[in-house]
């Protein structure tokens, strides 16, 4: 009897030593699939004058694109860089709306001076209406009435 309890140990154990070493590869796949082309950066910047604009660049994806704010205001001659690989709502001015950073760089909305402005991977959303990803594009979007 105790060398059936022997080799039904060693199996088990042969079992969850495979087990464990599948789930670290897995793991390790997954996690690197979910990080690998980094989170979004955006750039919070005003002029001199206080006119604001942001910039979203995403390295992996060769995207840098400006949105300006026509007609807008805020605290002049500021230059603040965020990245978004993990949940916050802490922006300079506006708020976060929504932000999915599962797999990066993932989708972020935020709301800027009564605007809908949303990065996807494939494409820039603002006030539900598509922009095509540009070599350093620049969007200008004018105030609400």
Avoid: C
């Amino acid at each position: 009897m105790a060398r059936n309890e022997d080799g039904l140990m060693k199996h088990a154990a042969l079992a969850l030593g495979i087990a464990v070493a599948l789930y670290i590869i897995s793991f390790s796949w997954i996690e690197h699939r979910r990080t690998f082309r980094g989170p979004w950066e955006v750039g919070f910047e005003t002029d001199g004058a206080g006119r604001p604009a942001v910039v979203f660049r995403q390295a992996a994806l060769a995207i840098t694109q400006t949105v300006a704010f026509a007609g807008e205001m805020a605290t002049p001659n500021m230059d603040v860089w965020q990245r978004f690989g993990e949940a916050t709502n802490r922006i300079p001015f506006g708020k976060v709306v929504f932000q999915d950073p599962t797999f990066l760089p993932g989708t972020l909305t935020l709301e800027l001076f009564g605007h809908e402005v949303e990065a996807l991977p494939r494409v820039l959303v603002i006030d539900k209406q598509e922009h095509v990803w540009e070599p350093n594009g620049r969007v200008e979007v004018r105030k609400r009435n």
